[in-house]
């Protein structure tokens, strides 16, 4: 198994494994189901050094947290975004969602409802073309839009806009042509960077594996063609990876590209 694996490579190394939301698929899966199918690899992720961020397809889980009786020890791990002092610089460690304005209840409702849909294609094709990260991807990719349309009738954030534009160097402004919700993130993280809540983004939730710049980097997803890892030292360099058989393979990818 490809993840057993990878968390032997991260005990190997003496690793902090952080997980940046959407470990589970709540969304469309019952978690009593979730938890019976996976039992064996949430024992393991519970006796490793080990923090669970939740994303929005799993922040369910946060009410677990005030229960008397956790339904799994894995949960005990459950944490809000982290922070943390790495080589002089302030990491967040977070799913991302937290910045999304589409990601509300109505989203959720709307996923549900297609849920049992997204099982029958899933189980039915041998292709990895059909996964959730798509279905997100695509569902969320439909909400920026009509949000955007939206958001241009009522010009709520035309001030904002220019205003995070206004303090973006040159060649990342140049990079910020293409890629529209990945663009839009980018401005909402970059934000709060500038308003000094930290000095390095890393996040999953786009699941565009890549960096941008030296403040963003997406740990990507394990759920697509590849299976992305960041790697980070305690002097705060950041490699990515993606994982195979035979162990990792550094990934040199940005998350938009110029051209």
Known sequence: MLLNGFLDYVERNSGELL??????????CRLESVLSAHAELFDRLAEMN???????????????????????RLF?????????????????FMHGHEVDPFIRKRSKTLCRVFGPVVDLLHSNSDSVALTYDLCSDVALEIGEAALAVWKRLFELTKHAADDCLAILPNEEQSLLKRHRRTKKMLRRYRADLHEGLYDVAVVGHTHKAGRFSDWYFNSG???????????????G????FDWHTFGPLRNSAIVIRDS
């Open 221 to 235: 997803s394990w759920t697509a063609h590849r299976n992305n890892f960041l790697r980070i030292s305690p002097d």
């Open 19 to 28: 997980i940046v939301g959407d470990l589970l698929e709540l969304w469309y």
């Open 76 to 92: 005990d791990k459950i944490s809000p975004p982290v922070v943390r002092a790495l080589g002089g610089k302030t990491f967040k």
């Open 237 to 240: 360099s950041v490699e990515l």
């Open 50 to 72: 080990f923090t669970y961020i939740l994303g929005n397809h799993d922040e369910d889980l946060a009410n677990l947290q005030y229960n008397e009786v956790s339904p799994h």
